[in-house]
Nanobody, 126 residues
Framework: QVQLVESGGGLVQAGGSLRLSCAAS????????MGWFRQAPGKEREFVGR????????AYADSVKGRFTISRDNARSTVYLQMNSLKPEDTAVYYC???????????????????WGKGTLVTVSS
């Protein structure tokens, strides 16, 4: 079992930055690809980005590419999502996720993901 706890959400003005953290406990974090999804009110869950177990490979949604960066510190069992140049449309609950499969369709919509956090709310004001 892996437990994931997100933190770092809050209210920020458009153009600002936030860094989300996802602390993991349980099994060895490096065994899992880690990533982030988000869900805005009234919308479907959306893939944001993911990183491989070693952190050497990343992938991002086009909507955040160039603005968001995922990193991980396996020694601290923590994954980060650095969000820059935030826009009002980035407002959502952000969820941390873990799955043993980096190259898998589970990352397209999150269905079948091994583990989920409970989410942290990010609100970007205009």
């Amino acid at each position: 079992q892996v437990q994931l706890v997100e933190s770092g959400g809050g209210l920020v003005q458009a153009g600002g930055s936030l860094r989300l953290s996802c602390a993991a406990s349980g099994r060895t974090l490096s065994s899992y690809a880690m990533g982030w999804f988000r869900q805005a009110p009234g919308k479907e869950r959306e893939f944001v980005g993911r990183t491989s177990g070693s952190g050497g490979t990343t992938a991002y949604a086009d909507s955040v590419k160039g603005r968001f960066t995922i990193s991980r510190d396996n020694a601290r069992s923590t994954v980060y999502l650095q969000m820059n140049s935030l826009k009002p449309e980035d407002t959502a609950v952000y969820y941390c996720a873990a799955d043993s499969r980096f190259w898998s369709q589970v990352w397209s919509r999150g269905e079948g993901m091994d583990y989920w956090g409970k989410g942290t709310l990010v609100t970007v004001s205009s």
